[in-house]
């Protein structure tokens, strides 16, 4: 351990969607590694300890072979526009500042973007365009929530802070005794990690979410509900009946909610009856919704394609303007059809998870990739980046998962660039290379005009 | 390089200095206006056409969490409204609510060139700022939201009027804002903490704290600390009948001192509380004639598709009841409330219809176009697209009249549209979309075509039909720089940032700070917003600016 020990305090941690903002760490500034990083859960302690420099690789490769990073740079601008279909994908990790570059490749080239949330989250997206959302920011949970309510997910192995820092044992203004004053229930198919934080720990059979949520809403309208309830979604008419009086008589209800709901059968629907179901609450007390975003940045990505273009994830410029259309320009469908004809994959290893008959087309085209390591995806890549890392390297702003927007406070340099530098780079290549495609025909007339 | 243009042959609608129809040069040097530039300038000949200042919106929702909520919320309103790329420019979708790049654009291709988000929780301010960069060709700032700030409340209960005048300056320094926004003051902590009711009553005591009490500190404190703006206030009761009563209580609590208050249609309804307004137009309208401390800004309601996003969210939760539409609600910690829904205003309905008129009843019963500006609230009463037909309903009276026509008749008897003949004139009109909104917000360099204005310019075709002739200027130019011509972008632009940077005692940290540390859920650290969010900027000075 050398003597050039360096200590950044209220660092962001952008692991999970809890963005903890009150990490303190300790760098060893010579090594270039974090060594401490105090308050910083298990997965936080694990994300900052692990990132160290790996000065041999290169900073750009295409076909395996190091190249500068202005040959990489022209490679990528020309394979996307050449491309018909080109897609970009992934943009979780990484900063808004890089993300807004990427849709303005998207939209020069006349390309689609998508986000990891189209494997996520993304039925929220589309239940909420739906019905709409009663939320919250997650100091208002640490304030104000008496009931707190998990569905379909495990914090305790996913967000671990979500119950210390924002919606368990923290202590609040209206709320003083923290866990004392709250009443905390998880509905999950099956004991997790999670169940012993619950006062009240519900079992619903696998893929009966919606029966359950259906169900409740119709006890807080007064109607009336058959035991047989019981029968289809493995939960006793009185435990509704005692959840649906908890609900109505709370001060402030919350129900934090994951991909036991989004990507279980019913998707959208299981998620739009949630938020039904907590806006039919507001008549009798105050009540949100929240669900529990993965990625450190996923909730970023969602604003900026929502701002830039006016919807979510899975947008297509095919025709000069964003369209929007899940299941056609979501990725795992651009790929899977066969439509996509060159890739880039930003901050994300699609080639990791994705189903089989996507990375057998990710195999097929050219294919981009930024990533600070190498990864499965990185391997079958034509060009291939290494990014310094958001937060550990790099400035830039990231949003939790409540939509609060944080900055970032890099612990050390990198000698790589940052997603933001690489994306700028090949957005003004691509500017250039589709001068022509874009507007009118007289275009390159208009141009010497101005 | 230098840029230098003449335009020639113009009729020129420069209020602010006099200038009222003449045929005039305007001459643009590096972006600004100058008395005079070389022979070999550029020459725009604008024969026949009307130069004016570019216009300025004092009072509209484009950026932030609220507005990005009300986009996400709405796919089937962008779908029918692409805003294709051009060579120049980035593409979008439009609806009540476009995205960043089609919002900028569209001001663009209406004349505005400078436009003021009116709603922004400190929390959020990052988030807002990062979509005006995204907001292209207008320059744009924001009001921060202090009128439910928990902290805030607690110094003015506590008497510690001197620690809050630290505190005000500090967090409008901290978001990078413009001026200070209350809405419905007071009312956020009955929305979130008790049972989602509201506040009745400007005198009305919630915790200790009653609304009257909040305005005067901040009335006081905005003045004495010298904003180019003053408080921009959504008064409380928005909306509800006889809430007339409750906008002149707050106007008498401003006294003698600037107050702003915002789209005040929606303020000025006379009857008993759930039942159908009446029209109290006249009533507040006189009182904001007879007060010049006093400037508004009249909220229009225009039929057609709206949405509500508001920071008063138990008044969206309140018309949330009747459409049973889609709605959002959003709480942010300890400092705001935020309720959105999709809205349309139908012409067969009574309150709709009286909505109208009461906006219509202001504007031609206002005595000092220069206090009361042109706006729908966008996308409240409507969207900024609706501000061409807006002008013609002003400026042409058999129109109006053509329209009231189509109206709920019920409504149109019970106010006094029928005997009001006026017709804006294009001087007027140059007043309540320029001139006025910039000498209200304290830009000197805006609204007028004087040496040394920012060189922002509208070049309109002259035309009898007045919504064609404002729905398209043949030129738009921005800091000196061409960006439509011939009705066609031909450039694009980023637009600045407006900001203010009062003074404030650097102890006033240590007071804030234990407080957040226990109630926010971000620390106090990575609170306050850093330059690198601001790209180009300007600051503009209040009378104790910081050093």
């Keep these: 351990m050398s003597e050039n020990i360096q200590t950044i305090k209220n660092a962001t941690c952008t692991f999970c969607g809890c963005v903890c903002d009150d990490i303190d760490l300790t760098v060893d500034m010579d090594e270039n590694r974090i060594t401490k990083a105090k308050r910083a859960c298990t997965l936080g302690r694990a994300w900052f300890a692990e990132h ?19 040959e990489a740079v022209e490679e990528a601008a020309q394979v996307l526009t050449k491309a018909k279909f080109p897609i970009i994908y992934g943009l979780s990790d990484t900063t808004t500042e890089a993300q807004r570059q990427a849709v303005a490749i998207a939209d020069y080239m006349h390309g689609t973007i998508d986000s990891t949330s189209s494997v996520c989250h993304g039925p929220t997206g589309m239940a909420y365009q739906g019905v709409g959302e009663s939320t919250m920011t997650l100091g208002e949970v640490k304030n104000r929530a008496d009931l707190v309510i998990f569905w379909g997910c495990n914090p305790a192995e996913a967000h671990p802070r979500l119950f210390t820092r ?26 997790t ?59 402030y209800g919350v129900v934090f909610f994951g991909m036991g709901l989004t990507m279980a059968r019913g998707r959208h629907f299981n998620v739009g009856a949630l938020f039904s179901l907590a806006t039919d609450l507001n008549e009798h007390t105050h009540f ?25 994830f899975g947008v297509n410029f095919n025709l000069g303007y964003p369209r929007f259309n899940p299941g056609e320009f979501t990725t795992v469908d651009t790929l899977c059809s066969g439509a996509a004809d060159a890739a880039m994959f930003i901050a994300s290893d699609p080639a990791s998870n994705f189903p089989k008959a996507a990375i057998e087309q990710m195999k097929r085209i050219p294919v981009i990739s930024l990533d600070p390591k190498q990864t499965i995806t990185s391997s079958l890549a034509h060009v291939a980046f290494t990014t310094s890392v958001y937060g550990i390297n790099t400035t830039g702003t990231v949003y939790r998962m409540d939509d609060v927007p944080i900055p970032l406070k890099p612990a050390f340099d990198s000698p790589f660039p940052s997603d933001e530098e690489i994306l700028t780079a090949i957005k003004n290549r691509v500017f250039e290379l589709t001068i022509a495609k874009r507007g009118a025909s007289d275009t390159r007339e208009k141009m010497q005009v101005a | 390089m230098t840029s230098t243009t003449r335009i020639v042959n113009g009729k020129v609608y420069d209020p602010a200095n006099n200038i009222d129809g003449e045929i005039r040069d305007i001459c643009i040097k590096d972006g600004r206006i100058v008395e005079s530039v070389p022979d070999d300038a550029r020459r725009i000949d604008a024969q026949g056409m009307v130069i004016m200042p570019g216009g300025v919106d004092i009072h509209c929702h484009i950026a932030g969490p609220k507005v990005n909520a ?36 569209r001001y663009a291709t209406l004349g505005y060139t400078t436009a003021m988000e009116a709603a922004v929780p400190p ?48 967090w409008v320094n901290s978001a990078n804002a413009y001026t200070a926004k209350l809405v419905n003051p007071g009312a956020d902590e009955l929305w979130k903490g008790k049972g989602n009711s509201n506040i009745k009553d400007i005198d009305e005591k919630n915790d200790d704290i009653s609304p009257r009490q909040i305005i005067e500190a901040f009335v006081t404190t905005v003045n004495d600390l010298g904003f180019p703006h003053p408080v921009h206030i959504h008064c409380n009761n928005l ?54 401390n006093i400037t508004c800004d009249i909220g229009q309601v225009m039929f057609g598709k709206a949405t509500i996003m508001t920071a008063d969210a138990p008044l ?19 400092e705001s409330g935020c309720g959105i829904l999709p809205f349309t205003y139908q012409e067969h309905v009574y309150t709709h219809t009286m909505q109208w008129a009461i906006g219509l009843e202001m504007f031609l019963l206002s005595e000092d176009p220069w206090r009361v500006i042109l706006s729908t609230d966008h996308p409240n009463g409507g969207s900024f697209m609706n501000y061409p037909k807006l002008i013609r309903l002003l400026m042409d009276n058999s129109f109006r009249k053509e329209e009231m026509g189509l109206v709920n008749q019920k409504a149109i008897a019970k106010t006094a549209l029928n005997d009001l003949d006026r017709e804006y004139t294009l001087n007027e009109i140059a007043i309540i979309t320029r001139a006025g909104p910039a000498r209200a917000l304290g830009l000197k360099n805006k609204g007028h075509l004087g040496t040394d204005a920012d060189a922002d310019i509208t070049i309109y075709d002259e035309m009898e039909n007045k919504e064609m002739m404002f729905n398209a200027p043949r030129y738009v130019i921005k800091s000196g720089q061409e960006i439509i011509a011939d009705h066609e972008f031909r450039g694009d632009h980023n637009g600045k940032l407006l900001h203010i940077t009062p003074a404030y005692d650097e102890k006033i940290e240590e007071v804030i700070q234990p407080f957040f540390e226990n109630y926010y859920s971000i620390e106090f650290d990575n609170y306050e917003v850093d330059d690198s969010y601001l790209h180009d900027h300007e600051v503009i000075q209040t009378t104790q600016s910081q050093s």
């Design chain 2, 316 to 334: 969206a939760y309140v018309l949330r009841g009747f459409t049973k539409n889609k709605w959002i609600n959003a709480d942010t910690e300890c």
């Design chain 1, 193 to 251: 990690a999670s169940s012993p934080v619950a006062n009240i720990n519900i079992r619903v059979k696998p893929g009966k979410d919606f029966e359950m949520i259906w169900a409740l809403r119709a006890l807080i309208k007064g109607k009336k509900i058959d035991p047989s309830i019981e029968e289809v979604t493995g939960v006793s008419l009185e435990a509704l009946q005692d959840l649906s009086e908890r609900m109505k008589n709370c001060n």
């Design chain 2, 70 to 105: 009300g986009r996400k919320l709405m796919p089937e309103d962008h779908k029918l409204d692409p805003h294709p790329e051009t060579a120049f420019t980035r593409s979008g979708s439009g609806g009540v609510v476009p995205s960043t790049f089609a919002t900028g654009y």
């Design chain 1, 166 to 191: 924002y919606a368990v044992t923290t202590k609040g203004m209206f709320v003083p005794k923290g866990k004392k004053d709250r009443t905390i229930v998880l509905v999950d198919v099956r004991k």
């Design chain 1, 288 to 312: 949100v919704v929240r669900p529990a975003r993965g990625h450190g940045n996923v909730t970023g990505i969602d604003q900026v394609i929502t701002w830039s273009t006016g919807y979510p």
């Design chain 2, 123 to 170: 929390l959020s301010a990052r988030h807002t700022l990062e979509e005006l960069d995204d907001t292209p060709v207008i320059d744009k700032g924001f009001y921060v939201l202090l009128g439910n700030n928990i902290f805030l409340q607690q110094l003015i209960k506590e008497g510690r009027q001197d620690e809050f005048r630290q505190a005000v300056a500090w």
């Design chain 2, 239 to 292: 909306g509800h009948s006889g809430n007339y009563k409750t906008t002149l209580e707050t106007m008498r609590t401003a006294g003698d001192k600037r107050l702003h208050v915002a789209h005040i249609q929606f303020h000025s309804y006379g009857g008993e509380a759930g039942k159908n307004p009446t029209s109290k137009a006249a009533e507040i309208i006189e009182y904001v004639n007879q007060h010049p």
């Design chain 1, 52 to 70: 160290v420099i790996d000065e041999d690789r290169p900073t750009a490769m295409i076909d395996g072979k190091e190249v500068s990073f202005d």
